[in-house]
């Protein structure tokens, strides 16, 4: 950070927080809403933590635990057109986790078409996922040359903010069986999700589906078919890559999604809700490509 050089951090407790125009938060959770009482009322502020994701105080309860702090607009603009433009004409956005960002565009556009009560998914995540925190767990040693599941049996904390914004688009009660893997790699995610189709969609049907829920989007790719999504590819990108498939022999639509947990998972994210916010180009400053 030499471009930098001569800079120094400040205490939160000294900033002057009425002299900026947009603040972004990335705090463990719990301590994003109490540094929000410090900001005025009109600065804008995009939250990377989990504090204001969930809409119901008995789910942060559960999954999170401590003193629930209300919610703000969920920020995935490519949800649906509504939630962009909820988006633009709000101060305060709750970015979503990373977990969540890879599987709710990937089943999004297939709610109405599958069993949404029977929603399966196996998603691993480089380490970065985990915070910058020392564990022993997490070093390089430990990590490399192993993959390892965690949070295991359905109470990873991302499961209520995926079924609370899939309940939204296809008001009805989404259930999701969701277990992560820890993969041995600084960062990305690849998430595969399936669910019971329960209509007569074929791949090709699908496809169009696919294609024309995400017309339009700036960081989401329905992929060539034969092509699967990379980790490597999204790279320091706010881009995301999907490709889907039919399971015959069980009827089962299969998605693949893969993102950046820094970019589109995070980061990346976070300067997208603030351009839609600030009235901005949404890929201002952003990349779709990977860097690789």
């Given amino acids: 950070l030499q471009s930098y050089a001569g800079r120094s951090f400040v205490a939160t407790d000294s900033m002057d927080f009425s002299s900026l125009d947009l603040v972004f938060l990335a705090l463990p959770h719990g301590e994003s809403a109490a540094l929000v009482k410090k900001i005025p009322a009109s600065v804008k ?53 990373c977990y969540a960002t890879s599987i709710s565009i990937g089943i999004a556009p297939a709610l109405n078409l599958i069993d949404v009560s029977d929603i399966v998914v196996v998603a691993a995540s480089g380490t970065t996922g985990a915070g910058r925190s020392a564990k022993i767990n997490l070093i390089g040693s430990e990590v490399m040359g192993s993959l390892t599941s965690y949070k295991f049996g359905g109470v990873h904390q991302h499961t209520p903010e ?64 034969n092509q699967m999504p990379m980790t490597s590819a999204v790279l320091g990108s706010n881009n995301a890559q999907i490709q889907i498939a039919v399971d015959t022999h069980v009827n089962r639509l299969v998605i693949s999604t893969a993102i950046d947990n820094l970019g589109k998972g995070a980061a990346g994210q976070g300067i997208q809700n603030a351009n839609l916010m600030c009235g901005y180009p949404e890929d201002l400053g952003l990349s779709a490509p990977g860097v690789r």
């Fill in 45 to 97: 502020i995009v939250d990377l933590g989990a504090d204001f994701r969930l809409e119901d105080a008995g789910q942060w309860e559960k999954y999170y635990g401590g003193k629930y702090a209300g919610s703000w607009v969920y920020g995935l603009p490519e949800l649906s057109s509504g939630q962009r433009d909820a988006i633009k004409n709000e101060s305060k956005i709750a970015n979503p986790g």
């Fill in 162 to 225: 995926i079924e609370q914004m899939l309940n939204q688009i296809v008001k009805s009660d989404v259930k999701i069986s969701f277990t992560p893997i820890l993969a041995p790699m600084p960062r990305g995610i690849l998430a595969t999700v399936t669910a019971k189709i329960i209509s007569n969609a074929n791949l090709e049907s699908l496809r169009s589906k696919y294609a024309q829920f995400y017309l339009g989007s700036k960081f989401i790719t329905l992929l060539p078919e």
